[in-house]
Nanobody, 123 residues
Framework: QVQLAESGGGLVQAGGSLRLSCAAS????????MAWYRQAPGKQRELVAA???????MYVDSVKERFTISRDNAKNTVYLQMNSLKPEDTAVYYC?????????????????WGQGTLVTVSS
């Protein structure tokens, strides 16, 4: 089974940028669909962006044109580039992996999770 480790979170001012990384180990990374979720204080975990094993991407409306998900199969890593950050983007961001066959289930909290990385955006 794949193991995931996120990094790159931190404190940033509104309008700034951060890049999150998620390193995978223990399995064949390229066969997995990958996603980033986030959980703000007092709220449910929500999908932010996803990328299939073939590189197709999807985003929730609130981050379109600001966030970019990408993957480097040679490095077993998925990234989330976050630009024009807003205070409402403050959350713990989680990396997620699931089989490519399960890409229709991104609305459900399934698969393997990392430990999360905190992103705080100050106004």
């Amino acid at each position: 089974q794949v193991q995931l480790a996120e990094s790159g979170g931190g404190l940033v001012q509104a309008g700034g940028s951060l890049r999150l990384s998620c390193a995978a180990s223990g399995s064949i990374f390229r066969i997995y669909a990958m996603a980033w979720y986030r959980q703000a204080p007092g709220k449910q975990r929500e999908l932010v962006a996803a990328i299939t094993s073939g590189g197709n991407t999807m985003y929730v409306d609130s981050v379109k044109e600001r966030f970019t998900i990408s993957r480097d199969n040679a490095k077993n890593t998925v990234y989330l580039q976050m630009n024009s950050l807003k205070p409402e983007d403050t959350a713990v961001y989680y990396c997620n992996a699931r089989p490519q066959s399960a890409i229709a289930t991104f609305d459900r909290l399934l698969g393997v999770w990392g430990q999360g990385t905190l992103v705080t955006v100050s106004s």
